[in-house]
């Protein structure tokens, strides 16, 4: 069973990085596609970015590309979001999300963490 963790959020000026971690307490996503979903105030949750199983390139929005990396570190069952050059617009809770099979930009994950904040500001 997959079991979500996100730490990482807190509050940062624009320009600046943080990073957020996913961990899997259930040690079983290391064959799953992992995504990074936000969520701002009054705003549908949207797609940030992805990785396959594999260990394909990741898939970025076009807001964040050139600006957040997704890596995974299965070994330790963690997902990493690196954002950097963060913008207020990039202000929002920060979902891990996991399924099997191929990356979907989509909502349509399985597994949800409950969510970090992020706050960018200016």
């Known amino acids: 069973q997959v079991q979500l963790v996100e730490t990482g959020g807190g509050l940062v000026q624009a320009g600046g990085s943080l990073r957020l971690s996913c961990v899997d307490f259930g040690r079983t996503f290391s064959t799953y596609s992992v995504s990074w979903f936000r969520q701002a105030p009054g705003k549908e949750r949207e797609f940030v970015a992805a990785i396959k199983w594999n260990f394909e390139d990741g898939v970025y929005a076009d807001s964040v590309k050139g600006r957040f990396t997704i890596s995974r570190d299965d070994a330790k069952n963690m997902v990493y979001l690196q954002m950097n050059s963060l913008k207020p617009e990039d202000t929002a809770v920060y979902y891990c999300?996991?399924?099997?099979?191929?990356?979907?930009?989509?909502?349509?994950?399985?597994?949800w963490g409950q969510g970090t904040q992020v706050t960018v500001s200016s």
């Open positions: 999300a996991a399924r099997a099979g191929r990356v979907l930009t989509t909502s349509r994950y399985d597994y």
